[in-house]
Every structure is written in C-alpha cells, then in structure tokens.
C-alpha cells in the first residue's frame, strides 16, 4: 500500500509541475564529462527544475501525522530479571520480522537498569582495521550507537534509553591508556564493570571460571554473521550448553587489541581488533517506570518536541525518499522547530546516498532524464553533490 502511494504522490508531483514548465532540454555530454565537475552556472538555461514545495507535499498527502511520544514503561524488575525490550533480527529468518531482544537487568540504581543482552546479538570487529584504536575511535562503538540503536529500538523505546558516561580505564594487566571517557546510548561492559557484576577475575582461566551468565550463546543470526559457536563445555548453564566468544570495550596488551571473553574466560590480553569471529552483547541503561531519560551530568537525551520530530520523519521516510535538508524543511512546515527537525534527520537511521537514489529511480520511471538533468535536479532537492552523484552512478547514467 505504501508503495502504491509513493508512485501516485510522485506522479502526481512530476505531471503537476511539467504541465505548467517547459520540457527539460536533454544535455548531449552526459558521457563525457563527471558529474561532480559539472558547471551548473554554465548549464542554468539549459535545465528546468521540477519544483515541489512542502506545501504542495503536504496538500499530496493529505493529513500524514505520527503519534506522540509515549515512553515505554518498565517497572517493578529486580536484578537478575530477564526482560524484553526492542527488536532485532535473531533467528536468521527475515520473512517473519525481528525478533523481542531479551536482556539481563544486571543492576538497578535509583531510577533506572543497567540490561546487557542474554545473547550475542550479532558478530563484529572491535574496529573494521587493524590499527591502534580505543574504545571512543573504534567503529563498534560507531555502530553500536547509530546503526543498531536505530534498527532495535523504536522511537518509543529510545525515550527511556540514557546518554550516560562512561570511565574507559586503562588494561588491568598491561596498564595501557583505554583513552578518553565517553557519553553512549549503547554500549560494551567495560572489565572492571565485568569484575563488579560477574565476580570476574584477573586471574580467572578454563579451569577458574565464574557466574555462568559472563558466557552466552550466539543467536543464529549472528552465528551466520560469523560468530563461533562451542558446545559442551563444562562451565556452561547446563540448560543452554554453548557458548561464543565476545568484546569487551577495554583495550588489551596493547591499542590494537580488545578484551575479550574467550571460551568461558576473560582474555585480559585481548585479541585483534580487526578479528572477526567475535559476537556482540549490547547494553543500554535505561529509566524505569516510563519516565523520558535525562541526565543532569551530561544532557537530556530526547526532548518530546525532538521525540515526535523523529516520529514523524520516520513516518515520511516511509512514504517517499527525502534528502536531509528536505526532511528538515518538511518537517518544520508541520510545526516542528527547526532544532527538533535537524535532529530528526539526523537520528532517523536514513542513508542518504540510498534516498537519493531511490528519489533518482523514481525519478526516471516517470521521466527521461539526462544525467546532468537528474543531477542537477537530486542536487536542487537538497542531496550533495556526493550523493547526487551516487545516485545517477549506480542507476547506470
């Protein structure tokens, strides 16, 4: 149904606005020149825009309007629990959607609970090269926070997770500098985080484990994105038997290693950041009894005037592509400030260079473009030059 829509909305847009222009002049060099050296001064006679206004959006698609923001509510759980909270795909199935994620509450203080996921979620490298990083350089933690925070949590269930800081402290071991703290929404347990609610230790081996719960299972999903599944190991849960390797976000013997959890036991030597057999065990800390998170010692994570923004960016995005300044200017047009807005793009999970694609596809389904004419016209919708670029490349012009 929502494709259908996109397709009479743009149709709609496109015989509207070339009914009332003249027909775009085909330019002859699209082959010989790139797209990103092209001169638009020199060609501004030769293109005509098609124009669409947000006001013209809107009269489109009628009455298009998000829920307000209703923060999800966890209440009345203890340390231990199992709850479940946001989804993601698990069981490698995706023809019957995401799955509940299931988390460990593995401490409560005041007002909120610190979860980490039962499972390994998915697998990843500490960092996509082999190179000297810590936790605040390396790209899990860029991951972590962008793209699964926005595929596992819905804008609802982002209303309560916080922006907390966290201490990265030096190797217990080697001494080497873990670097700077950081503010996260997702993250890894940290060692000593690792000591204090596992009763892990230093000195731990295979034959000196500790609480069952350090050791997890990988779900089938992330066995299939390459985490390592072990079986029948005597310090397993006896009621899941297996196990997988996992990061921790401290750094090892030196900066292009990470702790991690070996088979049943804490590497404090760490492996290879670029060593890519590791699963994924997320956390998040997160406000209970539904309030939205705030933190007076580092910021208000989600105002609701930026929650609804992002609600209803999320509701746009799927009805038609945008580029970021188009979204913004739409979503001001529906009464939303301009901050609120530009956060709502910018945290709504988008790629761009994918929108403009797909608004370039469509595009040339209803009419033949050139490639500077698409170009220009990707561009006069609000994408970069880069991405204008990307488009009209990958759609063969």
Same mark, same amino acid.
């Given at each position: 149904m929502k494709k259908k829509l996109f397709m009479i909305v743009c149709l709609s847009f496109l015989l509207s606005a070339c009914g009332s222009r003249n027909t775009i002049e085909e330019t002859k060099n699209n082959s010989e020149n790139e797209v990103e050296t092209i001169n638009s001064d020199e060609i501004e006679d030769e293109i005509t825009l098609i124009e669409h206004t947000p006001e013209d959006l809107k009269e489109e698609l009628g009455d298009i309007s998000a829920p307000s923001a209703e923060p999800i509510n966890i209440s009345d759980v203890n340390v231990g629990d199992i709850i479940e909270f946001g989804n993601y795909e698990q069981d490698n199935n995706n023809n019957n959607g995401a799955?509940?994620?299931?988390? @460990? *509450?593995?401490?409560i203080e005041n007002d909120y609970a610190i979860l980490m996921s039962v499972y390994a979620l998915d697998c990843k490298n500490y960092n996509d090269t082999n190179e000297s990083v810590t936790w605040e350089t390396c790209s899990l933690r860029t991951w972590l926070n962008d793209d699964f925070y926005n595929e596992a949590f819905s804008v609802n269930e982002k209303c309560i997770i916080r922006l907390i800081n966290l201490d990265n402290k030096s190797n217990p071991d080697s001494g080497i500098s873990g670097g700077n703290s950081t503010q996260d929404r997702?993250?890894?347990?940290? @060692?000593?985080?690792? *000591?204090g609610y596992f009763d892990a230790d230093i000195n731990a081996s295979n034959s000196n484990t500790y609480d069952y719960h350090l050791s997890c299972a990988p779900t089938a999903y992330a066995e299939r994105q390459g985490a390592e599944r072990y079986d029948n190991r005597s310090f397993l849960d006896p009621s899941?038997? &297996? &196990?997988?390797m996992y990061w921790f976000r401290t750094v090892g013997s030196s900066q292009d290693k990470a702790v991690d959890m070996y088979i049943g036991y804490i590497s404090v030597g760490g492996s290879d950041v670029d060593y890519g057999k590791h699963g994924i065990r997320p956390c998040v800390t997160v406000n209970l009894n539904g309030v939205i998170a705030s933190d007076e010692e580092t910021e208000k994570v989600l105002t609701v005037g930026e929650i609804n923004a992002l609600n209803l960016a999320t509701v746009y995005l799927d009805v038609m592509p945008f580029s970021l300044n188009g979204l913004?200017?739409?979503l001001e047009y529906e009464g939303c400030s301009y901050?609120?807005?530009k956060y709502a793009a910018d945290n709504c999970g988008a790629?761009?260079?994918?929108?403009?694609?797909?608004?370039g596809k469509k595009y040339l389904e209803l009419y033949d473009f050139s490639r500077t004419d698409l170009y220009e016209q990707l561009k006069y919708e609000g994408f970069s030059g880069d991405e204008a670029g990307y488009a009209v490349r990958e759609l063969g012009l």
């Open positions: 799955e509940a994620i299931e988390w @460990y *509450v593995i401490d997702v993250f890894i347990l940290s @060692y000593d985080e690792a *000591v899941n038997n &297996t &196990t997988c913004v200017e739409q901050e609120d807005a790629d761009w260079k994918e929108q403009a694609f797909l608004m």
